[in-house]
Nanobody, 122 residues
Framework: QMQLTESGGALVQPGGSLTLSCVASNYPANSNCVGWFRQAPGEEREWVST????????WYDASVMGRFTISHDNSKNAVTLQMNNLKREDTAIYYCAAGPKCGSRAVQYVYWGQGTQVTVSS
């Protein structure tokens, strides 16, 4: 089994920055890809970004491209999401997930964290 723990969510003003962290208890063989998803109140969960821990490739949704940066530190079993120039529409619960294939669909991920709240408001 694998446990994912997110941290770093907070209340931030528009234009501000936050860094989310996702720490894994371990990395089973079927967890090469780690992604971030988010879910706003009344909305469906949507994909944000993914990193391949093996090759280091990264992918981003168009809505966050150029503002968010995903990275991994295998020595710390951690994946971070650096979020800059935050907008009100970035407000959501952010979830970390891991799975064998890197993609934008939630069903491709096997393991999920409990989420961390990000609120962008003045």
């Amino acid at each position: 089994q694998m446990q994912l723990t997110e941290s770093g969510g907070a209340l931030v003003q528009p234009g501000g920055s936050l860094t989310l962290s996702c720490v894994a208890s371990n990395y089973p063989a079927n967890s090469n890809c780690v992604g971030w998803f988010r879910q706003a109140p009344g909305e469906e969960r949507e994909w944000v970004s993914t990193v391949s821990r093996g090759g280091g490739s990264t992918w981003y949704d168009a809505s966050v491209m150029g503002r968010f940066t995903i990275s991994h530190d295998n020595s710390k079993n951690a994946v971070t999401l650096q979020m800059n120039n935050l907008k009100r529409e970035d407000t959501a619960i952010y979830y970390c997930a891991a799975g064998p294939k890197c993609g934008s669909r939630a069903v491709q991920y096997v393991y999920w964290g409990q989420g961390t709240q990000v609120t962008v408001s003045s």
